[in-house]
T-cell receptor
């Protein structure tokens, strides 16, 4: 079975600072990878997905970017954080609707 | 585009009572439907999913859901809740985008509170 590792678990960053959240997957190869954001009262929003190394698709325009340098590594980044980037970020792995979610990163931008 | 509506933001149920969480979806074809549960500060755990076939789906932890095409609904039920069921519940719809992405669209969630 798949296991997703996400870190850090919590992060407090000042406005304008850079961001790097990492997600790694064990137990599978060539998974589809996803970044979701959960903002208060807004449910989960799909931010990015990747079907392979170097292949990134964005679902919504935003201040964030994603990269997939290795098959089982998915990184979420920002050059300059905004207050509106605060939220709970979840990485997911899956194919054919067999999804596994990481435990998430709580990001607070201050 | 697909969408999911969970009309109840909060629901309070007494321990031992029955539970029904509502979910309505909008999608042009037969959807893939899911229910997830999220404990505070944690990721999401899949409770059950519907792809095709029997419209009554059994999941983990004693949960079940029924797909009703005529009502575009996929309500989650449990005959007797336990205090450990207190959590956030998300309904989601998946689509076959054809590009291999098959991401999910989530509802905003229902926060379940269990009274002793």
């Amino acid at each position: 079975s798949q296991t997703i590792h996400q870190w850090p678990a919590t992060l407090v960053q000042p406005v304008g600072s850079p961001l790097s959240l990492e997600c790694t997957v064990e137990g599978t190869s060539n998974p589809n990878l996803y970044w979701y954001r959960q903002a208060a009262g807004r449910g989960l929003q799909l931010l990015f997905y990747s079907v392979g190394i170097g292949q990134i698709s964005s679902e919504v325009p935003q201040n964030l970017s994603a990269s997939r340098p290795q098959d089982r590594q998915f990184i979420l980044s920002s050059k300059k954080l905004l207050l509106s980037d605060s939220g709970f970020y979840l990485c997911a792995s899956g194919r054919n609707y067999g999804y596994t979610f990481g435990s998430g990163t709580r990001l607070t931008v201050v | 585009a697909q969408s999911v509506t969970q009309p109840d933001i909060h629901i309070t149920v007494s321990e031992g009572a029955s539970l029904e969480l509502r979910c309505n979806y909008s999608y042009g074809a037969t959807p893939y439907l899911f229910w997830y549960v999220q404990s505070p500060g944690q990721g999401l755990q899949l409770l059950l999913k519907y792809f095709s076939g029997d419209t009554l789906v059994q999941g983990i932890k004693g949960f079940e859901a029924e797909f009703k095409r005529s009502q575009s609904s996929f309500n989650l039920r449990k005959p007797s809740v336990h205090w450990s069921d207190a959590a956030e519940y998300f309904c989601a719809v998946g689509t076959d985008s054809g590009g291999g992405a098959d991401g999910l669209t989530f509802g905003k969630g229902t926060h379940l509170i269990i009274q002793p």
